[in-house]
């Protein structure tokens, strides 16, 4: 009997491959209930780390009744408990001050996500610790965070490994910040940047070809600046949709030879894009899939002949309240796209009932759907 051994004593190492081993999640929960010892082999060998409030951050009045006050006091506890955390969501703390981000310095070497989405308080300050810290950093999500230019140095010059960027809605960073995060993380793949009003577009001058998803919804874009978002020619989804002061050819960069492996497209409300953009896109971008041009009023039968007879693995497209799609128009698409599966159309005054029943008949493999689909595209930490 005094030869025998138990499983108390295995080494930590032999526990941590056990409860790593476990595939059903109520095990693992419970694995720490046995002793301090398992709680203690349980606690490092979490990796994510999320709060209620995270999943309501899109709707206010939501956060406002879910907000949790995490100060710098509970996320030491909660770093100290967690030393190797891989996944951080602090969203929706909105009390969260500057100085609780120091205990990264200690605890942050494993991170390779971290998101402060609807952290007020968090300023540039903040991300110095994140930067020294957590240099294994790959996804940082900054929605409506609180920081310029400055901030986003810091990180571009300590995070080199960034890949996915969030930036939406911090409407203090410009073109400067974005070209230093261009320039010196060089495997960045997506950014969101929408409603970054102070945003041109200039600063991805010289982005990296890894470059494959932008969301630049309702940004001051410019002509220049569309041409440089698309001048690594890596880009596969791009979302420049709620631009209004754009004219003529003005978008017709898009399909002079750098987004050849455009895939994805927005372009809802570009109100008065005119043919010629639509043209050298539908002609320079032979890969897409999905168009939204729902309320782009400047496309006219010119632009649809081209889409109809250019683009050939289009299999979405978003036509909803375009006021000059004609039959001619809806004639070119019927006989042209053949891979085209979805049709979002509605509200559009210039068709006929004649037209759109023509088209039911000779394209029954198209759904049309009247009710617009919310334009998500795919999950950008994909």
Not at 67 to 77: G, K, P, T, V
Not at 272 to 282: L, R, V
Request: aromatic share 8%; with cysteine; glycine share 8%.
């Amino acid at each position: 009997m005094d030869g025998l051994t138990s499983i108390m004593d295995l080494s930590d190492d032999c526990l941590s491959i056990i409860f790593k081993w476990l595939d059903c999640s109520r095990d693992r929960e419970s694995f720490g209930l046995t002793c301090r010892r398992w709680l203690n082999i349980q606690n490092l060998n979490r990796r994510s780390l999320q709060f209620e409030c995270s999943f309501s951050i899109l709707n206010p009045q939501t956060l406002a009744q879910t907000s949790l006050e995490i100060n710098s006091d509970h996320l030491y506890r909660l770093l100290f408990r967690f030393q190797n955390l891989e996944y951080l969501s602090l969203s929706g703390c909105t009390k969260l001050l500057d100085s609780g981000l120091t205990h990264l310095l200690a605890y942050g070497s494993s991170l390779q996500t971290l998101c402060l989405d609807c952290c007020f308080q968090i300023t540039d300050n903040g991300l110095s610790p994140v930067a020294i810290g957590c240099p294994s950093l790959v996804v940082v999500s900054l929605y409506r965070c609180n920081i310029t230019d400055v901030g986003l140095e810091i990180l571009a010059n300590a995070c080199l490994a960034l890949k996915h960027v969030n930036l939406s809605w911090c409407l203090r960073i410009s073109d400067l910040g974005l070209g230093t995060l261009s320039q010196r993380c060089r495997q960045l793949q997506a950014i969101k940047i929408s409603n970054c009003s102070n945003v041109s577009g200039v600063g991805f001058r010289g982005c990296s070809q890894t470059l494959v998803y932008v969301d630049a919804e309702c940004c001051n874009l410019g002509p220049e600046g569309i041409r440089e978002i698309v001048s690594g020619g890596g880009v596969e989804f791009l979302n420049i949709s709620g631009l209004n002061w754009l004219h003529g050819n003005e978008m017709a960069a898009i399909g002079n030879g750098f987004a050849a492996r455009l895939t994805i497209l927005n372009l809802r409300m570009c109100r008065s894009i005119g043919d010629e953009s639509i043209i050298a896109i539908s002609k320079g971008c032979p890969l897409l899939q999905e168009w939204n041009l729902a309320l782009c009023h400047g496309v006219r039968f010119p632009g649809w002949e081209s889409i109809g007879s250019n683009c050939h693995n289009l299999e979405k497209l978003h036509v909803s309240r375009c006021r000059n799609l004609c039959d001619r128009g809806l004639q070119a698409l019927r006989d042209g796209c053949r891979r085209l599966s979805v049709l979002y159309m509605l509200r559009n005054i210039k068709l006929s009932d004649t037209a759109v029943e023509l088209f039911k008949l000779y394209r029954s493999d198209v759904r049309i759907k009247g009710e617009e689909e919310m334009f998500i595209g795919p999950d950008w930490t994909a």
